[in-house]
């Protein structure tokens, strides 16, 4: 038995009294309003383009500005910071000698398997912590130890452990995801009003439906989003996987880059990796549109 949720995913409430209703939103005065800078106004999707662009455009225009003229006459030394025009000419030798997309491939496959051996961890852990009070209070020490533990700490960890081949890679990657989808799974989870437990064990649901029929379809758009928020951080975990005894991938690619060049490179590969990080995001928010309809994916 699922029990029904309103749209907003809150249990439907009855008419409340005139005296008890939120007092209607009173809008600024004019004259606050008045001038460029307006408080929480709306504008044109055009406008916010042009001005999310502007940004962008005086920090090109600054980096072009340092890096202008001869080598030696520049402000910054092209081996710490090459030009944007240097930094383009390079992108041949970066896809073709580099193998940028094969070594992009690579990453995003350890991605994808610590990603995967986390969630079958954490899902079920975080599950049951945010439906049970003493599951919960037991793993509450071990959670909150890895919410202050540093992440590159677990490195050495995992080397000494499993070595510094593949397997270290991907389980030192599910640990960090696991440290930080745990706690997002106990909050979607924890976050169901008792409303509908409530209603669920009045037409006489067992525990076991009351988790899997109940807490679980509703906190769904929430352990959604909060699995799309952790595979994004993923590929700040795989920099500083790939940054120690690796074979292939971006993170090879940047610390060779900044042992023996081209330093060109370095800004390259993080371009790549923000579009490939911003499309698998992407793809997320349009999965969730479809699963999750009545909620609206969050953006």
């Not at 606050?32 to 055009?46: C, H, K, L, S």
């Not at 389980?171 to 989808?181: C, G």
């Not at 699995?227 to 690796?246: K, P």
């Not at 292939?248 to 060109?264: A, K, L, N, Y």
Request: positive net charge.
């Amino acid at each position: 038995m699922t029990i029904p949720a309103t749209a907003g995913g809150r249990p439907p409430v009855g008419r409340q009294p005139a005296a008890a209703t939120a007092p209607a939103r009173r809008e600024p005065q004019a004259s606050v309003q008045a001038g460029i800078f307006r408080i929480r106004e709306d504008i044109p999707a055009w406008q916010a383009w042009l001005l999310g662009m502007l940004p962008v455009a005086v920090l090109l225009l600054v980096w072009a500005l340092v890096t202008a003229g001869a080598p030696e006459n520049r402000m910054i030394s092209p081996t710490i910071l090459p030009s944007p025009r240097e930094v383009l000419k390079s992108f041949h030798e970066l896809w073709f000698d580099r193998q940028l997309t094969r070594n992009l491939g690579v990453s995003l496959l350890r991605v994808v398997k610590g990603f995967l051996l986390a969630l079958a961890v954490s899902f079920p852990l975080g599950v049951l912590m945010g439906s049970f009070t003493k599951v919960k209070a037991a793993f509450a020490p071990i959670a909150t130890f890895g919410a202050y533990l540093p992440i590159p700490t677990l490195l050495p960890l995992t080397m000494s452990v499993f070595g510094i081949d593949e397997l270290q890679k991907v389980v030192f990657l599910a640990l960090a995801f696991s440290i930080y989808l745990v706690p997002l799974f106990v909050a979607a989870v924890d976050n169901v009003d008792d409303t509908y437990l409530k209603t669920a064990y009045t037409l006489g649901a067992t525990k076991g439906q009351a988790v899997s029929r109940v807490l679980l379809p509703i906190s769904w758009p929430d352990i959604w989003q909060a699995m799309r928020l952790g595979f994004g951080v993923g590929w700040s975990y795989i920099l500083l996987a790939e940054m120690v005894a690796a074979e292939g991938g971006v993170g090879w690619i940047i610390i060779t880059s900044q042992r023996i060049g081209p330093r060109e490179h370095i800004y390259l590969v993080l371009v790549f990796i923000v579009l490939v990080a911003f499309l698998t995001d992407r793809l997320w928010a349009t999965v969730g549109r479809w699963l999750f309809p009545y909620r609206g994916a969050k953006r």
